[in-house]
């Protein structure tokens, strides 16, 4: 059965679909076969990986919401060991149909399941918000991963979701865990940088991962061109530096 990890943080713009594109892509550069979950209706995750959503049908949305069969909605990528569940526009109003739904929290674990034996790792990238599409990745995950950029409020919101985190375990998926904090856009000549990461090690001791994801422009090109940055550019220090997390994500096993 494939491990399943949230890629969550409720704040916009924290590196949490570049987390998500760049580790599916890492994990299956390692020959693990993954799947890539989009569950934001930005359709980032879709578009990242080369994917028109204009047009596309089935999508995530309707795995959700009309229990289509995720395999019919599963696109093969550039990657042999990498698939995308596609997102599109629609699902901004799942999060309102869902609520009339029975069991609305885990209608994603549901369509999941068919397809969790095919592959070692499903990775789900979440909108940011932690309303019921983010709720139904964390009951249908093993693990969430959280990416924090390390600036100013940083700490405040990690605080919610820790506690967001810990309810769905209590209530919904005594399963679920944190695998770890990772700092994007992470820049070591700002002493700001520098302060919130030893805050994060101090707040949360060993469950912030040792990679440190970079700033680096070829990871914020490489969406434009519709490819994991490892197609993009291998030699950047981005790529480089999304291979170090797999091989962490992989160790922690
Ligand atoms: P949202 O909350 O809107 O879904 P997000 O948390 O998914 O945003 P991303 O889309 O991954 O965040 O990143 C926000 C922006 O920052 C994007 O333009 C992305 O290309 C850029 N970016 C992310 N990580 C890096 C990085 N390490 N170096 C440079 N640019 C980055
Ligand atoms: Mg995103």
Known sequence: MA???????????VGKTTTAVNLAAGLAVAEHPTLLVDLDPQGNAT?????KKAGLYPTV????????????AILDTELPH???????????????ELVALERRE??????????MGSYDYVIIDCPPS??????????????????LQCEFYALEGLTHLLKTVKLVCERLNRRLGVAGIVLT?????????????????RYLPGEVFETLIPRNVRLSE??????????YDLRSSGATAYLELTREVLDHE
């Open 130 to 147: 932690l309303g019921l599409l983010t709720i139904n990745a964390l009951v249908a995950a093993d693990r969430v991963l959280v990416p």
């Open 82 to 96: 990498l698939r995308l569940l596609p997102s599109e526009v629609d699902l901004v109003g799942a999060e309102i």
């Open 47 to 51: 578009t990242g990986l080369g994917v």
């Open 185 to 201: 856009m992470f820049d070591g000549r700002t002493s700001l940088a520098l302060q919130i990461r030893d805050e994060v090690h």
């Open 61 to 72: 949305y309707h795995v959700l919401l009309d229990n289509e069969p995720a395999e019919k």
């Open 106 to 115: 885990s209608r994603l674990k549901t369509g999941l399941e068919p397809v």
């Open 222 to 231: 490489a969406p434009s061109h519709g490819k994991p940055v490892m197609l």
């Open 3 to 13: 491990k399943t990890l949230a890629i969550a943080n409720q704040k916009g713009g």
